[in-house]
């Protein structure tokens, strides 16, 4: 082979053809296309429990207050219609009154919206909202569920004795 020959070989393996970029884009296209439902959904289910782990700390902040401030803590919730209306909100706050419903001139604690991609759809106490005693007890065991549109539920439950509790389902029955 001449050194004319050569030159042109050796060049030759150095690149790519335009047709096997082409073809290595559309199979990375595809593929992501493919993927990226699942990532949505795997984002949205990260969100929920994030949502869950929030409250359920909340839920725990406010018995650590109530012991310390001596005082009834609760944590009121505004709710949506079911689990497929995204939203909801809660707000921690000193019960001075020991009603069960925070009322102006008591004292808010913490106030939260969950995600946008999260419903809080059903908050089931006695008195109306979670609350603790000087002693850590809550006034009645009670729960809370959560969800999302994939669908996903937990349910946050809350024992007589304040101990918080997380269930996940992918059934709102199961839970």
């Not at 939203?87 to 969950?114: I, K």
């Amino acid at each position: 082979m001449n050194h004319l020959g050569r030159a042109i070989f050796s060049k030759r393996e150095g690149g790519f053809t335009l047709v096997e970029l082409v073809v290595t884009i559309a199979i990375l296209a595809i593929l992501v296309a493919i993927a990226l439902p699942q990532f949505s959904a795997m984002m949205r289910n990260a969100e929920l429990r994030g949502a869950a782990r929030v409250l359920t700390s909340t839920l725990q902040r406010a018995r650590s207050e109530a012991i310390t401030r001596k005082i009834d803590v609760g944590v009121e919730f505004t709710t949506t219609p079911n689990a497929t209306t995204l939203g909801g909100s809660y707000r921690m706050y000193l019960d001075a009154d020991n009603n069960g419903s925070c009322d102006a001139g008591e004292t808010v604690l913490e106030q939260r919206n969950v995600p946008a991609t999260v419903a809080l759809y059903s908050s089931i106490f006695a008195t109306g909202s979670a609350r603790y005693d000087s002693r850590g007890l809550a006034n009645g065991a009670g729960s809370i569920r959560l969800a999302n549109l994939t669908p996903m539920y937990y349910k946050i439950t809350v024992s007589t004795t304040g101990n918080v509790r997380i269930q996940k389902s992918s059934d709102a029955g199961a839970i």
